[in-house]
C-alpha cells in the first residue's frame, strides 16, 4: 500500500503525455503527407523546393518514418506507463539527428527554404530530447514500470 502511495503519478505526467502524443500524430501526419504527396502538389512547389523533394533518397523516408513512428510509440508507451518508452524516444532521437543532418548538411534544405528551415529542425530535436529526459524521471520515480 505504501508503495502505491509513494507511486502516485501527478496531473502534470498525464499532461505531458498527452502533449507528446499529439505532438507524434502531427510528425506521423508530416511524415504521411510528405510521402503520399501527389504529382499535382509537388509541381505546385517553387523549383528549389521540388527538386529537394525529388532528390531525397529513399532512406531518408525511412529513417523520417522511424523517428516520427518511435515518437509516437514512445507517447503510447509513457500513457501506458512503460520503461520502453525511453529507448524508443532515444532510436527516435537517433533518427531525428540523421534525417536532419542530411537535411540540414547535406542535401543544403535552408538553400531552399531559407534560414526558417533552421527552426523545425531545433524544436524537434529540442522535444525529442526533452521526452527522453522526462521519461528517465519517470523511470527513476517509479511511475513507469
Same mark, same amino acid.
Not at 508507451?77 to 531525428?96: D, E, H, M, T
Given at each position: 500500500?505504501?508503495? #502505491? ?5 501527478? %496531473? %502534470? ?30 509541381? &505546385?512547389?517553387?523549383?528549389a523546393q521540388r527538386e529537394?523533394?525529388?532528390n531525397n533518397p529513399m %532512406?531518408?523516408? !525511412? ?16 500513457? &501506458? ?6 529507448? !524508443? ?9 540523421? #534525417? ?7 542535401? *543544403? ?15 524537434? !530535436? ?6 527522453? &529526459?522526462?521519461?528517465?524521471?519517470? !523511470? *527513476? ?5
Amino acid at each position: 500500500m505504501a508503495n #502505491q502511495l509513494s507511486t502516485k503519478i501527478p %496531473w %502534470w505526467f498525464w499532461f505531458v503525455a498527452i502533449l507528446a502524443l499529439l505532438w507524434n500524430f502531427m510528425g506521423v501526419g508530416a511524415f504521411i503527407s510528405d510521402v503520399t504527396m501527389t504529382d499535382e502538389a509537388l509541381q &505546385a512547389l517553387p523549383d528549389a523546393q521540388r527538386e529537394l523533394y525529388e532528390n531525397n533518397p529513399m %532512406w531518408t523516408k !525511412i529513417v523520417y518514418g522511424i523517428a516520427v513512428f518511435g515518437g509516437l510509440l514512445g507517447s503510447i508507451g509513457l500513457l &501506458a506507463k512503460k520503461k520502453w518508452a525511453k529507448p !524508443i524516444f532515444v532510436v527516435s532521437l537517433i533518427a531525428i539527428f540523421i #534525417q536532419m543532418g542530411y537535411s540540414l548538411f547535406i542535401a *543544403k534544405t535552408p538553400e531552399a527554404y531559407g534560414s526558417v528551415a533552421y527552426i523545425m529542425p531545433v524544436l524537434v !530535436i529540442l522535444i525529442a530530447a526533452f521526452l527522453i &529526459a522526462f521519461s528517465n524521471r519517470a !523511470i *527513476k520515480r517509479g511511475w513507469l514500470t
